[in-house]
């Protein structure tokens, strides 16, 4: 999905307030594995997925890597958090597959930011958006079975069995691969 696709399908912005936000992007390719954010830096871009695949992990004292979110084709990324208030982010930011991102940086969000009140208006119901996920996502994670949390995760990312290892998936959904290998065998 093209970034200016995207922004029309939230905010009815004019064609020159569009023009001009989208010459704040600037188009970066990156390969498979590749690190944009490592966890007690401060997250200064926020990222567009043209296409690709990416997640926010963190890794816990044992070692263990822990996937927070998964970021799809179409979608923003970043830690949001350590993004919009510049405070050390508590999470990684990884490439899965090799991707084509639009960025901007802190700075250049600031500046349409006070410069276009449907910029904010944006911003807004992207974090309402993202506000909501994380929600369904802590709902799933407390009230519902590992298989009702793996069919949620399916419907909210449809492919992603084919494109990510079952260990970042298992750790997305807080269950070991064994269990979600099960549930994968029991689903076919």
Known sequence: MKLSDFLLNLVPFSDEELTDIIIHFKEEKFKKNAILLKNGTICDKLYFIKEGMSRSFYTRKDGKEVTQWFFGNGHFMAS?????????????????????????????????????????????????????????????????????????????????????????????????????????????
């Open 80 to 188: 949001a958090e350590s993004f919009f208030n510049q405070t050390p982010s508590f999470y990684n930011l990884e490439i899965l597959e090799d991707s084509i991102l639009y960025s901007i940086s802190f700075k250049k969000m600031e500046l349409l930011l006070a410069k276009y009140h449907n910029m904010e208006k944006c911003i807004r119901l992207l974090s309402i958006e993202m506000f909501t996920k994380l929600v369904h996502k802590m709902n799933a994670t407390q009230f519902h079975s590992a298989k009702e949390r793996y069919s949620y995760m399916i419907l909210e990312y449809p492919n992603i069995v084919h494109r990510i290892s079952l260990g970042h998936i298992a750790s997305y959904l807080g269950m070991t691969q064994e269990t979600l290998s099960r549930i994968r065998r029991n689903e076919t």
